[in-house]
């Protein structure tokens, strides 16, 4: 199939915009959390490396649960659901760093 023709199906310019904008925010997040981190008059590379960490052990923890639950309400609708999410939580992190005083919970 050329490129042309899959995007003159219905939908498919649309999926790949928010395709691109999901993994740009996914990707930038981690850097500019560490940017974030280290911008913080408390921030060193040790809290970085916590957050980062658990962060990341929290995701192990997490994915066979999001499996199951994108098998039984459907894949498009969780991976909707949980992108919405985490961009509610990352406006709540950014609004706690434009006051610069960030709690560890926050993170």
């Known amino acids: 199939?050329?490129?042309?023709?899959?995007?003159a199906q219905p939908f498919a310019k649309r999926f790949f915009v928010a395709r691109f904008i999901t993994n740009y925010g996914n990707g930038?997040?981690?850097i500019a959390l560490a940017f974030g981190i280290l911008a913080l008059p408390n921030g060193s590379a040790n809290l970085l490396g916590l957050v980062l960490g658990f962060t990341t052990a929290m995701f192990v923890v997490m994915a066979?649960?999001?499996?199951?639950?994108?098998?039984?309400?459907?894949?498009?609708?969780?991976?909707?659901?949980?992108?919405?999410?985490?961009?509610?939580?990352?406006?709540?992190?950014?609004?706690?760093?434009a006051t610069g005083q960030v709690p560890v919970a926050v993170f």
């Open 64 to 97: 066979p649960f999001g499996g199951v639950i994108a098998d039984k309400y459907g894949r498009a609708r969780v991976v909707g659901l949980t992108d919405m999410a985490a961009g509610a939580v990352l406006l709540i992190q950014v609004a706690y760093f």
């Open 28 to 30: 930038m997040s981690p």
């Open 1 to 7: 199939m050329l490129i042309g023709q899959v995007l």
